[in-house]
């Protein structure tokens, strides 16, 4: 009775501390996730990812996902390595540079098949945004991988978009699928200093 009862305190200790990676630590490399509860909120809201950019290195950025679950009033989370541009943090430059700080709305779109191959497979489109100059418009976004599931994943470098690794999309993808209010969603961009 008394090992049965140091196993659930010790699977209780690693879920908190998870939990509370989670919200904190940037994932060291692809196919690295880290996920668990949020909160316990009654109100349920509609899925929410928050895009970190890594000022120094923005392939080595990080994307959270926020959802609530359909079968109880848990909001968990799902956080994974990303990045965005070519390496430059100007907002302005058109399929080079970062996505712009703000907010947008996205859709999921499942399986999908037009446009630039690498955009290929569960993708999540990104509303345009005018950046900081007021006259550059940031369009054709998405937060997506290398193409379709099992196409070789080689770089985090983007014409602007959000990318994730193959195994990562993979899981996001299951996670927006058991949200609730997952027909649309937020995302959130920042910046923050890094290594």
């Given at each position: 009775?008394?090992?049965?009862?140091?196993?659930v305190a010790a699977a209780v200790t690693v879920v908190t501390v998870v939990g509370t990676l989670g919200l904190t630590a940037a994932p060291a490399a692809a196919g690295t996730q880290i996920a668990g509860v949020h909160d316990r909120h009654q109100a349920r809201?509609?899925?929410?990812?928050?895009?970190?950019?890594?000022?120094?290195?923005?392939?080595?950025?990080?994307?959270?996902?926020?959802?609530?679950?359909?079968?109880?009033?848990?909001?968990?989370?799902?956080?994974?390595?990303?990045?965005?541009?070519?390496?430059?943090?100007?907002?302005?430059?058109?399929n080079r540079g970062v996505l712009p700080v703000g907010r947008y709305t996205v859709r999921f779109w499942p399986n999908y098949r037009a446009g630039n191959p690498a955009v290929r497979g569960d993708v999540w489109r990104i509303s345009d945004r005018v950046c900081r100059n007021r006259k550059t418009v940031r369009n054709d976004l998405f937060i997506h991988?290398?193409?379709?599931?099992?196409?070789?994943?080689?770089?985090?470098?983007?014409?602007?978009?959000?990318?994730?690794?193959?195994?990562?999309?993979?899981?996001?993808?299951?996670?927006?699928?058991?949200?609730w209010g997952n027909t649309r969603g937020r995302?959130?961009?920042?910046?923050r200093q890094g290594r």
């Amino acid at each position: 009775m008394r090992t049965i009862r140091t196993v659930v305190a010790a699977a209780v200790t690693v879920v908190t501390v998870v939990g509370t990676l989670g919200l904190t630590a940037a994932p060291a490399a692809a196919g690295t996730q880290i996920a668990g509860v949020h909160d316990r909120h009654q109100a349920r809201t509609m899925p929410q990812f928050h895009y970190v950019i890594n000022v120094r290195v923005p392939q080595n950025s990080r994307l959270t996902l926020y959802y609530s679950s359909r079968f109880d009033h848990a909001r968990r989370f799902v956080t994974v390595r990303a990045g965005s541009g070519q390496g430059t943090l100007d907002e302005c430059a058109k399929n080079r540079g970062v996505l712009p700080v703000g907010r947008y709305t996205v859709r999921f779109w499942p399986n999908y098949r037009a446009g630039n191959p690498a955009v290929r497979g569960d993708v999540w489109r990104i509303s345009d945004r005018v950046c900081r100059n007021r006259k550059t418009v940031r369009n054709d976004l998405f937060i997506h991988s290398s193409g379709v599931p099992g196409a070789p994943f080689r770089h985090y470098r983007t014409l602007g978009c959000i990318k994730v690794d193959q195994a990562d999309r993979a899981r996001l993808a299951a996670a927006w699928r058991s949200a609730w209010g997952n027909t649309r969603g937020r995302l959130i961009v920042t910046r923050r200093q890094g290594r």
